[in-house]
């Protein structure tokens, strides 16, 4: 799976949009861009992924550039109960043969949404 | 949310000792996992099961072993617990082979 880069840390005002940065230069072709998050002592939480076009939920967009070697995840509004680690995740597409199973999470992204 | 617990919550074991967790879920999911979780290492996949009795290594598997005589059940052993095993451990299930899975609320097992 390919490698993925993200910020340590990032603060955004509650009402406002949190844009979270990730950098996977070297994704394959047939790997999807996962996000998950971890609010404090939880399980990690799916939030959305994508291939290549830009996808919308309920609880973010995620937006991936042209070459695909970055995307944001965008939470439109922040709450407080937004504030948790954020992981970007690169792998195969879901149910194909290749690449190890289960995810391998990084470091993530601290986002702490200020009052 | 998805029908996916873990027992106990908590455990206090001394070095030595055999502990078992458990994962349970009520999905009818194939996959299932598990993780650790540690301080300046982030989750790191133990085991993980494809199916009743098909179960395959991760990355930090020495140490653990694995079953799962049933498809809402997976449970990790470890024989002979040591301090390094002190950890937070999140179960976590999936319908398919691949990145949208579910994860548990955790174990804190604390090993003195």
Redesign the interface.
């Known amino acids: 799976d390919a490698k993925t880069t993200q910020p340590p840390s990032m603060d955004c005002a509650e009402g406002r949009a949190a844009n979270l940065p990730c950098n996977h230069s070297t994704i394959s072709g047939n790997e999807?861009v996962?996000w998950y998050r971890q609010i404090h002592?939880?399980?990690?939480?799916?939030i959305i992924?994508g291939l290549k076009n830009n996808e919308t939920n309920e609880m973010a967009s995620l937006i991936i550039t042209e070459d695909r070697k970055s995307s944001t995840l965008i939470l439109p509004h922040a709450t407080l109960r937004d504030t948790a680690v954020y992981y970007c995740?690169v792998?195969?597409?879901?149910?194909?043969g290749g690449g190890a199973?289960?995810?391998?999470?990084?470091?993530?992204t601290h986002l702490i949404i200020q009052p | 949310d998805a029908g996916i617990t873990q027992s106990p919550r908590h455990k206090v074991t001394e070095t030595g000792t055999p502990v078992t967790l458990r994962c349970h879920q009520t999905e009818n999911h194939r996959?299932m996992?598990w993780?650790r979780q540690d301080p300046g290492h982030?989750?790191?996949?133990i085991h993980?099961s494809?199916g009743v009795k098909d179960t395959?290594k991760?990355?930090v598997s020495d140490g653990y072993s694995v079953s799962r005589s049933k498809t809402e059940d997976f449970l990790l052993t470890l024989e002979s617990a040591t301090s390094s095993q002190t950890s937070v451990y999140?179960c976590?299930i999936s319908d398919?082979?691949?990145?949208?899975?579910?994860?548990?609320?955790?174990t804190r097992l604390t090993v003195l």
Not at chain 1, 41 to 46: E, I, L, T
Not at chain 1, 101 to 108: A, P
């Open positions: 999807y996962y002592s939880q399980g990690p939480q799916y992924h995740i792998r195969v597409a879901e149910n194909s199973d289960g995810l391998t999470f990084g470091k993530g | 996959y996992y993780y982030g989750l790191r996949l993980y494809y395959d991760g990355e999140f976590a398919l082979r691949g990145g949208v899975g579910f994860f548990g609320p955790g």
